[in-house]
C-alpha cells in the first residue's frame, strides 16, 4: 500500500512539474508593431483574444517619422516588460521589429502580412520587386509624409472587414514619412531569432508571394490566412492563435 502511495505521489508530482515546466517556458509579453497606414486600435480584438488565454499584450504607438525612430519607441516597450517578450509586426511593422528584435529580450518575431527584410534592403525596395495591388497613396502637401486615400481604404486595405471598420481604420491611420519607407535594415534579427510568418493571401498591399519569399528566405513557420492586409483585425482569433502558437514555441 504505502508503495502505492508513493508512486501514486511521485506520478502526481511529475504531472505537476511537467505542466509547471510548458506553463514557464510560454512566452507571456507579447508586443505588437503596428503598420503604416494604420495604428494600433485595429489590434484590439486580437489583444483581447491574447489577454484571455493569460498573455501581456502592448501595442507600440510608433510615430513612423523614421524607421530609427520606431525601432526606438518599440525599444522603450521592450524595457518596461518583465521577462522575454515575442515581437509581433504588422505591414511595414515588420521592418521595425526585425532591427528591434535584436534586443536580448526578444524571445522571436511574428511577421503578420508584413515586409521581412534583409540586410541592405528598404520597405521600397522589397515593395518594388513584386508590385501588389494598386494602393491609393497619396503626399501630403509638403511632400514629406504618404496616406492612403480614406475613398480607397476599404478596397485596398480592408476589404474583408465591415464598411463601419474599414471607415474607423482609415480616420484613424497614422501618415508616414517618406523617410521610413526608404531606410535600410542594418542587423536583420530573424537570422539569429526564432520566426513566424502569416501570408494574407488577398492582400492588395503587399504582394503575398512576395510574403511567401521572405518567409521562406528567413526560415519562418508559415501559416496562409485567406484575408485582406487587415487580416489581424479581419481573422483576429486565427492571427491569435499563431501568435499563442509562437511564443509557446519561442520559449522552448
Known amino acids: ?59 507600440v504607438q510608433e510615430p513612423i517619422t523614421s524607421l530609427d525612430d520606431d525601432v526606438a519607441a518599440t525599444k522603450r516597450v521592450l524595457d518596461l516588460q518583465q521577462g522575454p517578450s515575442l515581437l509581433v509586426g504588422h505591414s511595414y511593422g515588420g521592418m521595425v521589429i526585425t532591427e528591434a528584435g535584436n534586443d536580448p529580450n526578444v524571445a522571436g518575431l511574428v511577421y503578420v502580412a508584413a515586409f521581412q527584410p534583409d540586410k541592405g534592403e528598404s520597405l521600397l525596395s522589397l515593395a518594388s520587386s513584386k508590385p501588389a495591388g494598386s494602393m491609393d497613396i497619396k503626399e501630403t502637401k509638403d511632400g514629406k509624409y504618404l496616406y492612403l486615400d480614406p475613398g ?59 510574403e511567401r519569399d521572405m518567409a521562406k528566405r528567413a526560415g519562418s513557420e508559415v501559416t496562409e490566412i485567406k484575408a485582406s492586409h487587415a487580416v489581424f483585425a479581419s481573422q483576429a482569433e486565427k492571427v491569435a492563435d499563431v501568435i499563442e502558437k509562437a511564443a509557446g514555441k519561442a520559449g522552448e
Open 152 to 210: 480607397a481604404f476599404a478596397a485596398d486595405f480592408a476589404a474583408d472587414l465591415p464598411k463601419a471598420d474599414a471607415d474607423f481604420l482609415a480616420k484613424s491611420q497614422v501618415f508616414a514619412a517618406k523617410q521610413a519607407f526608404s531606410a535600410k535594415i542594418k542587423d536583420p534579427a530573424w537570422r539569429t531569432k526564432p520566426s513566424w510568418s502569416i501570408v494574407a493571401t488577398e492582400d492588395r498591399a503587399i504582394n503575398p508571394e512576395l
Open 1 to 59: 500500500m504505502n508503495r502505492r502511495l508513493l508512486f501514486t505521489a511521485a506520478l502526481a508530482f511529475a504531472t505537476t512539474a511537467i505542466a509547471f515546466a510548458a506553463e514557464a517556458a510560454t512566452v507571456k509579453n507579447i508586443v505588437i508593431v503596428h503598420g503604416a497606414l494604420a495604428d494600433g486600435s485595429g489590434w484590439r480584438k486580437t489583444t483581447e483574444l491574447l489577454e484571455k488565454r493569460g498573455f501581456n499584450v502592448t501595442i
